[in-house]
Protein backbone atom coordinates (compact mmCIF):
# COMPACT_ATOMS: atom_id res chain seq x y z
CA UNK A 1 0.00 0.00 0.00
CA UNK A 2 1.55 3.33 -0.98
CA UNK A 3 1.65 5.63 1.42
CA UNK A 4 0.69 9.75 1.18
CA UNK A 5 1.67 12.30 3.46
CA UNK A 6 -0.87 15.22 3.54
CA UNK A 7 1.30 18.14 4.38
CA UNK A 8 -1.24 20.97 4.04
CA UNK A 9 -1.74 21.91 7.68
CA UNK A 10 -4.52 20.85 10.65
CA UNK A 11 -7.09 22.39 8.87
CA UNK A 12 -7.12 21.73 5.46
CA UNK A 13 -6.94 18.25 6.82
CA UNK A 14 -10.08 18.67 8.10
CA UNK A 15 -10.99 19.34 4.66
CA UNK A 16 -9.33 17.41 2.87
CA UNK A 17 -9.38 14.14 4.51
CA UNK A 18 -12.72 12.74 3.33
CA UNK A 19 -12.25 13.87 -0.16
CA UNK A 20 -8.81 12.38 -0.95
CA UNK A 21 -9.63 9.22 0.79
CA UNK A 22 -12.96 9.21 -1.91
CA UNK A 23 -10.25 10.05 -4.52
CA UNK A 24 -7.96 7.82 -4.35
CA UNK A 25 -10.50 4.49 -3.98
CA UNK A 26 -12.60 6.08 -6.91
CA UNK A 27 -9.22 5.83 -8.82
CA UNK A 28 -8.10 2.46 -8.04
CA UNK A 29 -5.49 3.35 -5.88
CA UNK A 30 -4.58 1.61 -2.70
CA UNK A 31 -3.26 3.85 -0.26
CA UNK A 32 -2.51 4.98 3.34
CA UNK A 33 -3.05 8.54 3.49
CA UNK A 34 -1.87 9.97 6.73
CA UNK A 35 -0.76 13.59 8.05
CA UNK A 36 2.53 11.24 10.20
CA UNK A 37 4.32 9.29 8.16
CA UNK A 38 7.95 8.68 8.93
CA UNK A 39 9.56 11.05 6.04
CA UNK A 40 11.84 8.02 4.50
CA UNK A 41 8.58 5.96 3.91
CA UNK A 42 6.16 9.14 1.85
CA UNK A 43 5.61 7.76 -2.23
CA UNK A 44 3.93 11.00 -2.45
CA UNK A 45 3.77 14.55 -0.40
CA UNK A 46 0.14 16.44 -0.99
CA UNK A 47 1.60 19.99 -0.60
CA UNK A 48 0.64 23.80 0.71
CA UNK A 49 2.65 26.49 1.69
CA UNK A 50 3.35 27.54 5.11
CA UNK A 51 2.31 23.69 6.00
CA UNK A 52 4.26 21.13 8.31
CA UNK A 53 7.07 20.66 5.41
CA UNK A 54 9.96 23.02 4.54
CA UNK A 55 13.30 20.47 3.96
CA UNK A 56 12.01 17.91 1.38
CA UNK A 57 15.80 16.03 1.85
CA UNK A 58 14.11 13.34 4.02
CA UNK A 59 11.82 12.01 1.77
CA UNK A 60 14.23 9.82 -0.16
CA UNK A 61 11.77 7.68 -2.33
CA UNK A 62 8.98 10.37 -2.41
CA UNK A 63 7.73 10.06 -6.32
CA UNK A 64 6.52 13.87 -6.35
CA UNK A 65 5.13 16.59 -4.97
CA UNK A 66 1.46 17.36 -5.23
CA UNK A 67 0.88 21.08 -4.58
CA UNK A 68 -2.62 22.05 -3.34
CA UNK A 69 -2.47 25.30 -5.28
CA UNK A 70 -2.03 26.48 -8.76
CA UNK A 71 0.75 29.00 -7.80
CA UNK A 72 3.73 27.30 -7.23
CA UNK A 73 5.73 30.26 -6.51
CA UNK A 74 6.36 29.40 -2.62
CA UNK A 75 7.90 25.88 -3.11
CA UNK A 76 9.53 25.93 -6.53
CA UNK A 77 12.60 27.96 -5.65
CA UNK A 78 12.84 25.53 -2.56
CA UNK A 79 16.74 24.07 -2.74
CA UNK A 80 15.97 20.88 -0.85
CA UNK A 81 13.29 20.03 -3.60
CA UNK A 82 14.60 17.22 -5.64
CA UNK A 83 11.40 15.78 -6.35
CA UNK A 84 9.00 16.55 -9.62
CA UNK A 85 6.34 19.24 -8.41
CA UNK A 86 2.67 19.47 -9.88
CA UNK A 87 0.44 22.28 -9.77
CA UNK A 88 -2.97 22.31 -8.85
CA UNK A 89 -5.30 22.48 -12.19
CA UNK A 90 -8.93 21.86 -10.85
CA UNK A 91 -11.90 22.37 -12.32
CA UNK A 92 -13.51 23.97 -10.00
CA UNK A 93 -10.67 26.36 -9.37
CA UNK A 94 -10.67 27.45 -13.20
CA UNK A 95 -14.48 27.68 -13.26
CA UNK A 96 -14.88 29.72 -10.19
CA UNK A 97 -11.52 32.41 -11.65
CA UNK A 98 -13.66 32.44 -14.84
CA UNK A 99 -16.71 33.51 -13.55
CA UNK A 100 -14.90 36.40 -11.44
CA UNK A 101 -13.01 37.57 -14.33
CA UNK A 102 -16.54 37.59 -16.66
CA UNK A 103 -18.82 39.27 -13.45
CA UNK A 104 -15.72 42.17 -13.24
CA UNK A 105 -14.84 42.11 -16.93
CA UNK A 106 -18.90 42.64 -17.67
CA UNK A 107 -19.36 45.21 -14.19
CA UNK A 108 -16.52 47.58 -15.93
CA UNK A 109 -17.62 47.35 -19.21
CA UNK A 110 -21.65 47.71 -18.47
CA UNK A 111 -20.87 50.28 -15.79
CA UNK A 112 -22.91 48.76 -13.11
CA UNK A 113 -20.80 50.20 -10.07
CA UNK A 114 -22.83 53.65 -11.69
CA UNK A 115 -26.10 52.50 -11.04
CA UNK A 116 -25.38 50.35 -7.78
CA UNK A 117 -23.85 53.76 -6.65
CA UNK A 118 -26.08 56.16 -7.85
CA UNK A 119 -29.97 55.39 -7.15
CA UNK A 120 -30.83 59.30 -6.86
CA UNK A 121 -33.97 59.47 -9.10
CA UNK A 122 -32.16 60.42 -11.82
CA UNK A 123 -33.27 58.94 -15.34
CA UNK A 124 -29.83 58.72 -17.33
CA UNK A 125 -30.24 56.74 -20.39
CA UNK A 126 -27.11 55.97 -22.02
CA UNK A 127 -26.52 51.52 -23.02
CA UNK A 128 -22.74 50.79 -22.96
CA UNK A 129 -20.98 49.69 -26.57
CA UNK A 130 -21.41 45.99 -27.48
CA UNK A 131 -18.75 43.92 -26.71
CA UNK A 132 -17.79 43.57 -29.56
CA UNK A 133 -16.85 46.85 -29.73
CA UNK A 134 -14.83 46.35 -25.66
CA UNK A 135 -11.07 45.30 -26.54
CA UNK A 136 -9.88 43.39 -23.21
CA UNK A 137 -6.42 42.00 -22.81
CA UNK A 138 -5.62 38.69 -21.27
CA UNK A 139 -2.18 38.49 -19.39
CA UNK A 140 -1.00 35.25 -19.10
CA UNK A 141 -2.50 32.07 -21.37
CA UNK A 142 -2.18 28.93 -19.00
CA UNK A 143 -4.80 26.73 -17.64
CA UNK A 144 -6.97 29.73 -16.09
CA UNK A 145 -5.87 32.60 -18.38
CA UNK A 146 -6.52 30.68 -21.40
CA UNK A 147 -9.98 29.51 -19.86
CA UNK A 148 -10.74 33.30 -19.10
CA UNK A 149 -9.90 34.66 -22.46
CA UNK A 150 -11.91 31.60 -24.13
CA UNK A 151 -14.93 32.49 -21.80
CA UNK A 152 -14.66 36.59 -22.61
CA UNK A 153 -14.43 35.90 -26.69
CA UNK A 154 -17.55 33.81 -26.09
CA UNK A 155 -19.22 36.93 -24.63
CA UNK A 156 -18.05 38.60 -28.24
CA UNK A 157 -15.78 40.67 -26.10
CA UNK A 158 -12.41 41.56 -28.65
CA UNK A 159 -9.35 39.58 -27.01
CA UNK A 160 -6.17 40.21 -27.25
CA UNK A 161 -3.63 37.23 -25.11
CA UNK A 162 -0.05 37.86 -24.23
CA UNK A 163 2.05 35.20 -22.79
CA UNK A 164 6.27 34.90 -22.51
CA UNK A 165 5.90 31.58 -24.96
CA UNK A 166 3.96 32.00 -28.42
CA UNK A 167 0.51 30.09 -27.67
CA UNK A 168 -2.63 29.80 -30.27
CA UNK A 169 -6.03 30.31 -29.26
CA UNK A 170 -8.97 29.92 -31.60
CA UNK A 171 -10.60 33.28 -31.11
CA UNK A 172 -7.93 35.15 -29.19
CA UNK A 173 -5.72 37.56 -30.87
CA UNK A 174 -2.17 36.21 -29.35
CA UNK A 175 1.17 37.82 -28.46
CA UNK A 176 4.09 37.25 -27.01
CA UNK A 177 7.75 38.56 -25.62
CA UNK A 178 8.43 42.17 -24.87
CA UNK A 179 6.58 44.10 -28.11
CA UNK A 180 3.65 41.70 -28.23
CA UNK A 181 3.02 42.76 -24.37
CA UNK A 182 3.15 46.68 -25.48
CA UNK A 183 0.47 45.85 -27.88
CA UNK A 184 -1.66 44.02 -25.78
CA UNK A 185 -1.11 46.86 -23.32
CA UNK A 186 -1.85 49.56 -25.93
CA UNK A 187 -4.83 48.69 -27.11
CA UNK A 188 -6.72 46.93 -23.56
CA UNK A 189 -9.54 49.13 -22.21
CA UNK A 190 -10.06 46.55 -19.52
CA UNK A 191 -6.86 44.16 -18.28
CA UNK A 192 -6.84 40.99 -16.72
CA UNK A 193 -3.62 40.06 -14.97
CA UNK A 194 -3.14 35.79 -14.81
CA UNK A 195 0.44 35.49 -15.01
CA UNK A 196 2.45 33.51 -12.91
CA UNK A 197 5.06 34.89 -10.22
CA UNK A 198 8.38 34.39 -11.31
CA UNK A 199 11.01 36.37 -11.31
CA UNK A 200 10.48 37.72 -14.85
CA UNK A 201 6.75 38.63 -13.72
CA UNK A 202 7.22 40.52 -10.68
CA UNK A 203 6.22 43.92 -10.69
CA UNK A 204 5.64 43.33 -14.67
CA UNK A 205 2.80 46.39 -14.79
CA UNK A 206 5.08 48.86 -13.33
CA UNK A 207 5.18 52.80 -14.51
CA UNK A 208 6.52 52.37 -17.85
CA UNK A 209 4.11 49.34 -18.93
CA UNK A 210 1.23 51.34 -16.64
CA UNK A 211 1.48 54.04 -19.42
CA UNK A 212 1.18 52.31 -22.17
CA UNK A 213 -2.83 51.25 -21.45
CA UNK A 214 -5.22 53.37 -22.81
CA UNK A 215 -6.33 56.19 -21.03
CA UNK A 216 -8.88 55.55 -18.66
CA UNK A 217 -8.16 51.61 -18.69
CA UNK A 218 -9.52 49.18 -16.10
CA UNK A 219 -7.26 46.32 -14.32
CA UNK A 220 -8.57 43.55 -12.82
CA UNK A 221 -5.97 41.27 -11.29
CA UNK A 222 -6.89 38.11 -9.43
CA UNK A 223 -3.52 36.58 -10.27
CA UNK A 224 -0.71 37.11 -8.02
CA UNK A 225 -0.17 40.80 -6.39
CA UNK A 226 3.82 41.63 -6.73
CA UNK A 227 2.41 41.25 -10.31
CA UNK A 228 1.82 44.97 -9.72
CA UNK A 229 4.00 47.87 -8.92
CA UNK A 230 1.61 49.14 -6.06
CA UNK A 231 3.12 52.26 -5.87
CA UNK A 232 3.16 52.70 -9.27
CA UNK A 233 -0.96 51.94 -9.63
CA UNK A 234 -1.92 54.34 -7.14
CA UNK A 235 0.24 57.29 -8.83
CA UNK A 236 -1.84 55.88 -12.04
CA UNK A 237 -5.48 55.75 -10.71
CA UNK A 238 -4.59 58.91 -8.70
CA UNK A 239 -3.71 60.94 -11.98
CA UNK A 240 -6.82 59.21 -13.14
CA UNK A 241 -4.67 57.75 -16.14
CA UNK A 242 -6.21 54.26 -14.67
CA UNK A 243 -9.80 54.51 -14.63
CA UNK A 244 -10.31 51.87 -12.27
CA UNK A 245 -8.50 48.24 -10.59
CA UNK A 246 -10.13 45.41 -9.26
CA UNK A 247 -8.06 44.13 -7.08
CA UNK A 248 -8.30 40.23 -5.21
CA UNK A 249 -4.11 39.51 -4.76
CA UNK A 250 -1.78 41.60 -2.50
CA UNK A 251 1.81 41.60 -1.28
CA UNK A 252 0.28 41.27 1.73
CA UNK A 253 -2.69 39.66 2.75
CA UNK A 254 -4.48 40.47 4.26
CA UNK A 255 -4.50 43.41 2.50
CA UNK A 256 -3.94 45.64 6.03
CA UNK A 257 -6.66 48.17 7.40
CA UNK A 258 -5.14 51.20 6.78
CA UNK A 259 -3.22 50.08 3.31
CA UNK A 260 -4.41 52.91 0.54
CA UNK A 261 -6.45 50.74 -1.38
CA UNK A 262 -9.48 49.93 0.94
CA UNK A 263 -10.22 53.90 0.76
CA UNK A 264 -9.14 54.80 -2.85
CA UNK A 265 -12.46 55.68 -4.72
CA UNK A 266 -10.60 53.73 -8.10
CA UNK A 267 -10.20 51.03 -6.11
CA UNK A 268 -12.38 47.64 -5.56
CA UNK A 269 -10.26 45.09 -3.42
CA UNK A 270 -11.32 41.62 -3.24
CA UNK A 271 -10.19 39.25 -0.22
CA UNK A 272 -8.46 36.77 -2.33
CA UNK A 273 -11.75 35.00 -3.39
CA UNK A 274 -11.61 35.01 -7.11
CA UNK A 275 -10.97 31.27 -7.11
CA UNK A 276 -10.65 28.92 -4.68
CA UNK A 277 -9.23 25.24 -4.70
CA UNK A 278 -12.48 23.20 -3.65
CA UNK A 279 -11.48 19.82 -2.03
CA UNK A 280 -13.80 17.06 -3.69
CA UNK A 281 -12.44 18.64 -7.30
CA UNK A 282 -9.22 18.91 -6.05
CA UNK A 283 -8.80 15.74 -4.40
CA UNK A 284 -9.70 13.92 -8.02
CA UNK A 285 -7.05 15.79 -9.54
CA UNK A 286 -4.29 14.65 -6.79
CA UNK A 287 -5.83 10.63 -6.84
CA UNK A 288 -5.66 11.37 -10.52
CA UNK A 289 -1.57 12.35 -10.64
CA UNK A 290 -0.79 9.51 -7.74
CA UNK A 291 -2.86 6.79 -10.10
CA UNK A 292 -0.34 8.27 -12.89
CA UNK A 293 2.33 7.94 -10.71
CA UNK A 294 2.54 4.18 -9.97
CA UNK A 295 1.25 3.16 -13.41
CA UNK A 296 4.40 4.96 -14.73
CA UNK A 297 2.28 7.38 -16.88
CA UNK A 298 3.50 10.67 -17.09
CA UNK A 299 2.19 13.13 -14.37
CA UNK A 300 -0.09 16.11 -15.11
CA UNK A 301 0.78 19.77 -14.68
CA UNK A 302 4.25 19.10 -14.03
CA UNK A 303 6.26 22.29 -12.84
CA UNK A 304 8.77 23.26 -15.41
CA UNK A 305 11.89 24.23 -12.75
CA UNK A 306 13.25 26.62 -14.90
CA UNK A 307 10.14 28.38 -16.26
CA UNK A 308 9.38 28.28 -12.47
CA UNK A 309 5.41 26.93 -13.23
CA UNK B 1 -38.82 51.42 -57.15
CA UNK B 2 -40.06 50.83 -54.05
CA UNK B 3 -41.76 53.18 -51.98
CA UNK B 4 -40.31 52.82 -48.20
CA UNK B 5 -42.12 54.93 -45.49
CA UNK B 6 -39.86 55.98 -42.77
CA UNK B 7 -42.71 55.96 -39.63
CA UNK B 8 -40.43 55.92 -37.05
CA UNK B 9 -40.45 59.63 -35.94
CA UNK B 10 -38.05 62.47 -36.41
CA UNK B 11 -35.25 62.00 -34.18
CA UNK B 12 -34.81 58.06 -35.07
CA UNK B 13 -35.00 59.14 -38.61
CA UNK B 14 -31.39 61.08 -38.41
CA UNK B 15 -30.33 57.86 -36.88
CA UNK B 16 -31.60 55.43 -39.48
CA UNK B 17 -31.57 57.45 -42.53
CA UNK B 18 -28.11 57.06 -43.68
CA UNK B 19 -27.53 53.03 -42.17
CA UNK B 20 -31.47 52.19 -43.88
CA UNK B 21 -30.10 53.58 -47.20
CA UNK B 22 -26.40 51.56 -46.56
CA UNK B 23 -28.48 48.87 -45.49
CA UNK B 24 -31.01 48.54 -48.64
CA UNK B 25 -28.35 49.39 -51.28
CA UNK B 26 -26.39 46.39 -49.95
CA UNK B 27 -29.59 43.96 -49.84
CA UNK B 28 -30.18 45.20 -53.71
CA UNK B 29 -33.35 46.59 -53.14
CA UNK B 30 -33.96 49.59 -55.23
CA UNK B 31 -35.90 51.69 -52.83
CA UNK B 32 -37.22 55.05 -52.11
CA UNK B 33 -37.07 56.00 -48.50
CA UNK B 34 -38.55 58.80 -47.24
CA UNK B 35 -40.95 59.87 -44.21
CA UNK B 36 -43.55 61.78 -46.83
CA UNK B 37 -44.57 59.35 -49.26
CA UNK B 38 -48.61 59.31 -49.50
CA UNK B 39 -50.20 56.66 -47.83
CA UNK B 40 -51.36 55.31 -50.89
CA UNK B 41 -48.11 54.78 -52.70
CA UNK B 42 -46.34 52.62 -49.62
CA UNK B 43 -44.82 49.69 -49.96
CA UNK B 44 -42.97 48.88 -46.38
CA UNK B 45 -43.68 50.66 -42.86
CA UNK B 46 -40.73 51.04 -41.13
CA UNK B 47 -42.55 51.72 -37.68
CA UNK B 48 -41.39 52.62 -34.08
CA UNK B 49 -44.53 53.43 -31.58
CA UNK B 50 -45.07 57.35 -31.06
CA UNK B 51 -44.08 57.78 -34.68
CA UNK B 52 -46.32 59.88 -37.14
CA UNK B 53 -48.44 56.48 -38.15
CA UNK B 54 -51.56 55.52 -35.86
CA UNK B 55 -54.29 54.70 -38.35
CA UNK B 56 -52.80 51.86 -40.75
CA UNK B 57 -56.20 51.98 -42.58
CA UNK B 58 -54.82 54.39 -45.62
CA UNK B 59 -51.79 52.02 -46.42
CA UNK B 60 -53.61 49.97 -48.96
CA UNK B 61 -51.17 48.36 -50.68
CA UNK B 62 -48.65 48.06 -47.86
CA UNK B 63 -46.93 44.68 -48.20
CA UNK B 64 -46.11 44.70 -44.34
CA UNK B 65 -45.17 46.88 -40.66
CA UNK B 66 -41.56 46.90 -39.97
CA UNK B 67 -41.35 46.95 -36.13
CA UNK B 68 -37.81 48.76 -35.00
CA UNK B 69 -38.30 47.20 -31.81
CA UNK B 70 -38.66 43.52 -30.38
CA UNK B 71 -41.72 44.31 -27.89
CA UNK B 72 -44.71 44.77 -30.26
CA UNK B 73 -47.26 45.15 -27.45
CA UNK B 74 -48.00 49.16 -28.82
CA UNK B 75 -48.95 47.64 -32.20
CA UNK B 76 -50.30 44.58 -32.67
CA UNK B 77 -53.56 45.52 -30.82
CA UNK B 78 -53.91 48.36 -33.52
CA UNK B 79 -57.67 47.42 -35.12
CA UNK B 80 -56.47 49.41 -38.11
CA UNK B 81 -53.65 46.84 -38.78
CA UNK B 82 -54.35 44.75 -41.33
CA UNK B 83 -50.86 44.63 -43.01
CA UNK B 84 -48.29 41.91 -42.16
CA UNK B 85 -46.45 43.21 -39.06
CA UNK B 86 -42.67 41.72 -38.13
CA UNK B 87 -40.70 42.53 -34.82
CA UNK B 88 -37.20 43.39 -34.97
CA UNK B 89 -34.10 40.66 -34.28
CA UNK B 90 -31.33 42.61 -33.96
CA UNK B 91 -28.19 41.37 -33.46
CA UNK B 92 -26.75 44.12 -32.00
CA UNK B 93 -29.88 43.81 -29.70
CA UNK B 94 -30.01 40.50 -28.24
CA UNK B 95 -25.81 40.94 -28.18
CA UNK B 96 -26.57 43.48 -25.74
CA UNK B 97 -29.53 41.65 -23.85
CA UNK B 98 -27.32 38.91 -23.30
CA UNK B 99 -24.61 41.11 -21.76
CA UNK B 100 -26.96 42.96 -19.24
CA UNK B 101 -28.01 40.06 -18.54
CA UNK B 102 -24.88 38.12 -18.13
CA UNK B 103 -23.66 40.54 -16.28
CA UNK B 104 -26.51 41.16 -13.85
CA UNK B 105 -26.49 37.35 -13.15
CA UNK B 106 -22.58 37.10 -11.98
CA UNK B 107 -23.16 40.48 -10.44
CA UNK B 108 -25.79 38.79 -8.06
CA UNK B 109 -23.94 35.31 -8.37
CA UNK B 110 -20.83 37.08 -6.93
CA UNK B 111 -22.51 39.28 -4.55
CA UNK B 112 -20.33 41.93 -6.37
CA UNK B 113 -22.81 44.49 -4.83
CA UNK B 114 -20.99 43.76 -0.90
CA UNK B 115 -17.53 44.15 -2.47
CA UNK B 116 -18.32 48.09 -4.62
CA UNK B 117 -20.54 49.11 -1.53
CA UNK B 118 -18.18 48.52 1.84
CA UNK B 119 -14.77 49.05 1.27
CA UNK B 120 -14.27 49.31 5.03
CA UNK B 121 -10.64 47.29 5.58
CA UNK B 122 -12.24 44.55 6.49
CA UNK B 123 -10.63 41.11 4.84
CA UNK B 124 -13.90 39.04 4.80
CA UNK B 125 -12.95 36.00 2.36
CA UNK B 126 -15.59 33.62 1.85
CA UNK B 127 -15.80 32.94 -1.76
CA UNK B 128 -19.11 32.29 -3.84
CA UNK B 129 -20.21 28.96 -4.49
CA UNK B 130 -19.66 27.69 -8.42
CA UNK B 131 -22.01 28.95 -11.44
CA UNK B 132 -23.15 25.07 -11.90
CA UNK B 133 -24.33 25.06 -8.03
CA UNK B 134 -26.48 28.21 -8.76
CA UNK B 135 -29.88 27.66 -10.35
CA UNK B 136 -30.95 30.53 -12.47
CA UNK B 137 -34.95 30.67 -13.96
CA UNK B 138 -35.42 32.04 -17.25
CA UNK B 139 -38.62 33.03 -17.80
CA UNK B 140 -39.54 33.80 -21.94
CA UNK B 141 -37.38 31.61 -24.53
CA UNK B 142 -38.04 34.00 -27.29
CA UNK B 143 -34.92 35.29 -29.80
CA UNK B 144 -33.52 37.36 -26.45
CA UNK B 145 -34.49 34.95 -23.54
CA UNK B 146 -33.37 31.76 -25.20
CA UNK B 147 -29.68 33.38 -26.09
CA UNK B 148 -29.28 34.52 -22.21
CA UNK B 149 -30.22 31.42 -21.75
CA UNK B 150 -27.41 29.60 -23.69
CA UNK B 151 -24.80 32.24 -22.43
CA UNK B 152 -25.86 31.50 -18.74
CA UNK B 153 -25.60 27.80 -19.46
CA UNK B 154 -22.29 28.45 -21.64
CA UNK B 155 -21.04 30.12 -18.31
CA UNK B 156 -22.09 26.38 -16.12
CA UNK B 157 -25.21 28.07 -14.91
CA UNK B 158 -27.84 25.47 -13.47
CA UNK B 159 -30.13 27.15 -15.73
CA UNK B 160 -34.14 26.04 -16.61
CA UNK B 161 -36.41 28.14 -18.89
CA UNK B 162 -40.13 28.81 -19.02
CA UNK B 163 -42.19 29.59 -21.99
CA UNK B 164 -46.01 29.38 -22.70
CA UNK B 165 -45.48 26.76 -25.23
CA UNK B 166 -43.14 24.15 -25.32
CA UNK B 167 -39.59 24.52 -26.66
CA UNK B 168 -36.35 22.69 -26.34
CA UNK B 169 -33.19 24.11 -26.14
CA UNK B 170 -29.78 22.50 -25.17
CA UNK B 171 -28.36 22.43 -21.80
CA UNK B 172 -31.61 24.05 -20.58
CA UNK B 173 -34.33 22.63 -18.48
CA UNK B 174 -37.10 23.99 -20.25
CA UNK B 175 -40.86 24.11 -19.08
CA UNK B 176 -43.70 25.07 -20.39
CA UNK B 177 -47.42 26.18 -19.05
CA UNK B 178 -48.70 26.83 -15.55
CA UNK B 179 -47.34 23.96 -13.88
CA UNK B 180 -44.18 24.69 -15.66
CA UNK B 181 -44.18 28.23 -14.52
CA UNK B 182 -44.86 27.13 -10.64
CA UNK B 183 -42.06 24.46 -11.23
CA UNK B 184 -39.10 26.96 -12.92
CA UNK B 185 -40.19 29.44 -9.98
CA UNK B 186 -39.80 27.09 -7.25
CA UNK B 187 -36.15 26.46 -7.67
CA UNK B 188 -34.86 29.79 -9.06
CA UNK B 189 -32.25 31.58 -6.72
CA UNK B 190 -32.10 34.39 -10.14
CA UNK B 191 -34.96 34.93 -11.92
CA UNK B 192 -34.99 36.81 -15.43
CA UNK B 193 -37.84 37.89 -17.11
CA UNK B 194 -37.81 38.74 -20.70
CA UNK B 195 -41.87 37.51 -21.69
CA UNK B 196 -43.54 39.41 -24.32
CA UNK B 197 -46.06 41.73 -22.67
CA UNK B 198 -49.02 40.23 -23.73
CA UNK B 199 -52.79 40.14 -21.54
CA UNK B 200 -51.98 36.67 -20.57
CA UNK B 201 -48.71 37.98 -19.36
CA UNK B 202 -48.86 41.06 -17.82
CA UNK B 203 -48.94 40.90 -13.96
CA UNK B 204 -47.46 37.92 -14.37
CA UNK B 205 -45.04 38.01 -11.42
CA UNK B 206 -47.80 38.79 -8.44
CA UNK B 207 -47.89 38.10 -5.10
CA UNK B 208 -48.68 34.11 -5.37
CA UNK B 209 -45.77 33.75 -7.81
CA UNK B 210 -43.27 35.65 -6.24
CA UNK B 211 -44.15 33.30 -2.86
CA UNK B 212 -43.20 30.74 -5.15
CA UNK B 213 -39.55 31.79 -5.43
CA UNK B 214 -37.04 30.51 -2.83
CA UNK B 215 -36.40 32.25 0.39
CA UNK B 216 -33.90 35.25 -0.82
CA UNK B 217 -34.46 34.83 -4.50
CA UNK B 218 -32.99 37.56 -6.29
CA UNK B 219 -34.76 38.82 -9.95
CA UNK B 220 -33.42 40.75 -12.83
CA UNK B 221 -36.27 41.88 -15.28
CA UNK B 222 -34.65 43.71 -18.08
CA UNK B 223 -38.36 42.31 -20.45
CA UNK B 224 -41.19 44.56 -19.81
CA UNK B 225 -42.40 47.03 -16.88
CA UNK B 226 -45.86 45.39 -16.59
CA UNK B 227 -45.12 41.66 -16.37
CA UNK B 228 -44.50 42.11 -12.47
CA UNK B 229 -47.16 43.47 -9.81
CA UNK B 230 -45.19 46.58 -8.31
CA UNK B 231 -46.71 46.61 -4.92
CA UNK B 232 -46.36 42.75 -4.64
CA UNK B 233 -42.85 43.02 -5.45
CA UNK B 234 -42.31 46.08 -2.56
CA UNK B 235 -43.94 43.74 -0.43
CA UNK B 236 -42.09 41.05 -0.93
CA UNK B 237 -39.04 43.20 -1.07
CA UNK B 238 -39.21 44.83 2.12
CA UNK B 239 -40.31 41.52 3.83
CA UNK B 240 -36.54 40.28 2.36
CA UNK B 241 -38.61 36.97 0.78
CA UNK B 242 -37.10 38.71 -2.40
CA UNK B 243 -33.35 39.38 -1.82
CA UNK B 244 -32.46 42.09 -4.75
CA UNK B 245 -34.80 42.97 -7.77
CA UNK B 246 -32.62 44.64 -10.64
CA UNK B 247 -35.11 46.28 -13.02
CA UNK B 248 -34.55 47.98 -16.11
CA UNK B 249 -38.38 48.60 -17.23
CA UNK B 250 -41.28 49.79 -15.82
CA UNK B 251 -45.07 51.13 -16.07
CA UNK B 252 -44.12 54.80 -16.11
CA UNK B 253 -40.85 55.50 -17.79
CA UNK B 254 -39.00 57.46 -17.28
CA UNK B 255 -39.12 56.21 -13.79
CA UNK B 256 -40.76 58.83 -11.62
CA UNK B 257 -37.91 60.39 -9.46
CA UNK B 258 -40.75 59.87 -6.21
CA UNK B 259 -41.50 56.43 -7.02
CA UNK B 260 -40.52 54.27 -4.27
CA UNK B 261 -38.06 52.05 -6.43
CA UNK B 262 -34.94 54.33 -6.34
CA UNK B 263 -34.24 54.33 -2.82
CA UNK B 264 -35.22 50.93 -1.79
CA UNK B 265 -31.61 49.14 -0.91
CA UNK B 266 -33.24 46.20 -2.24
CA UNK B 267 -33.67 47.26 -5.63
CA UNK B 268 -31.29 48.76 -8.49
CA UNK B 269 -32.89 50.65 -11.08
CA UNK B 270 -31.46 50.70 -14.58
CA UNK B 271 -32.98 53.71 -17.18
CA UNK B 272 -34.16 50.84 -19.88
CA UNK B 273 -30.48 50.66 -21.41
CA UNK B 274 -30.44 46.58 -21.27
CA UNK B 275 -30.77 46.89 -24.98
CA UNK B 276 -31.22 49.36 -27.25
CA UNK B 277 -31.74 48.51 -31.28
CA UNK B 278 -28.53 49.79 -33.08
CA UNK B 279 -29.05 51.34 -36.46
CA UNK B 280 -26.85 49.48 -38.43
CA UNK B 281 -27.05 46.02 -37.31
CA UNK B 282 -31.25 46.93 -37.15
CA UNK B 283 -31.23 48.64 -40.50
CA UNK B 284 -29.95 45.52 -42.18
CA UNK B 285 -32.41 43.41 -40.66
CA UNK B 286 -35.28 46.11 -42.11
CA UNK B 287 -33.40 45.74 -45.45
CA UNK B 288 -33.42 41.89 -45.20
CA UNK B 289 -37.20 41.70 -44.82
CA UNK B 290 -37.94 44.21 -47.75
CA UNK B 291 -35.75 41.93 -49.82
CA UNK B 292 -38.04 39.07 -48.99
CA UNK B 293 -40.58 40.44 -49.48
CA UNK B 294 -40.01 41.61 -52.91
CA UNK B 295 -39.04 38.21 -53.82
CA UNK B 296 -41.94 36.58 -52.56
CA UNK B 297 -40.01 34.73 -49.70
CA UNK B 298 -41.78 34.59 -46.26
CA UNK B 299 -41.00 37.95 -44.17
CA UNK B 300 -38.57 36.77 -40.98
CA UNK B 301 -40.29 37.20 -37.02
CA UNK B 302 -43.70 37.39 -37.84
CA UNK B 303 -45.55 38.44 -35.53
CA UNK B 304 -48.63 35.85 -34.62
CA UNK B 305 -51.69 38.12 -34.14
CA UNK B 306 -53.34 35.66 -32.12
CA UNK B 307 -50.66 35.24 -29.58
CA UNK B 308 -49.54 38.81 -29.76
CA UNK B 309 -45.69 37.97 -30.46
Keep these: MIKVLFAGGPTRWEDYRAPLAAALAEAGVAADLRTDHPPEAVDYIVYAPNG ?22 DVVGNPTLTQPLCR ?10 VEYVVGHVLRHHLGL ?14 APPLAR ?11 LGAACARALAGLNFDVAGWSRSEKSLPGIAC ?13 SEIVVTLLPLTPETEGLLNADRLARLPEGAVIVNPGRGPLI ?4 LLAALDAGRIGHATLDVFREEPLPPEHPFWPHPRVTVTPHIASETRPATAARAIAENIRRGEEGAPFLHLVDRDTGY
Design 52 to 73: PVSDFTPFVRAKAVLNLWAGVE
Design 88 to 97: MVDVGLTEGM
Design 113 to 126: DAHILRQDGTWRPS
Design 133 to 143: DRRVGVLGLGA
Design 175 to 187: HAGDGGLGRVLAR
Design 229 to 232: DDEA
